[in-house]
């Protein structure tokens, strides 16, 4: 008899407990989700991170530096930027993490030409030329909201390299696009797809350290990047 009221009273009991579990649920709050695709756009700051050269970059010198002997294009990995961003469309700061792959070629130009490191300036495919790739960018939303898309993905179809000067000291500097505008595709590609997308950023050693390296015979592999900005729209 004991036995069969425990069994009783446990039946009882269940439907208290899965009521007090589900009351418990649906008394959670649901995080907002913000429309990163509808026309959002964003405004952010860049820092860290390092771009780097498949084939290494120099300039050409009697015991340093020598250009490889055929020009078989070049491959460009730029890794680690921390982006940090505002948008009408979200509530507080949010950030992201940016990463990239470029190809360039350009056949009708010498090895000696395509592979020196001051043909990063100006732009980029240079005529002849073709550049391809993007620019991955994955979010991270404030915390209490959710974005409906978490990446965006900048189509990059062309650059301008050149310098900037920063406290008496010239850098070089990349900016995104150059003569032929990109695109995104996913988070905060603005109303017209990131056509009028702009990104800069300048590089963390000067132009004085960078010189050193681009003599040397082992030319430069990779360049740390400093801070910079970007418009996403």
Known sequence: ??????????????????????????????KPTVDTTDGATATCTLSGGSIAFKTPI?????????????????????????????????????????????????????????????????????????????LKI?????????????????????????????SGDTYGSFTIPGSTPSSIVGAFGGPDGGATSTTFVATAPDEAALTPIALSAAGISSIALGSGTAALQ
């Open 1 to 30: 008899m004991i036995r069969k009221l425990l069994v009783i009273a446990a039946a009882v009991a269940m439907p208290v407990s899965v009521v007090a579990v589900t009351s418990g649920v649906a008394g959670a709050k649901v």
């Open 58 to 134: 120099g300039i050409a010198n009697p015991g340093g530096y020598v250009a490889p002997v055929k020009n078989k294009g070049q491959k460009i990995t730029i890794t680690g930027v921390a982006v940090s961003c505002t948008s009408s469309a979200v509530s507080g700061v949010f950030t992201g993490k940016a990463s990239g792959k470029l190809t360039s070629t350009n056949p009708t130009e010498t090895p000696a030409v395509f592979y020196s490191a001051t043909s990063i300036e100006g732009n980029d495919p240079s005529p002849g030329g073709t550049l391809s790739g993007s």
């Open 138 to 166: 994955a979010w991270t939303a404030p915390v209490g909201q959710k974005f409906s898309d978490k990446k965006s993905t900048v189509l990059i179809h062309s650059t301008i390299g050149g310098t900037v000067t920063i």
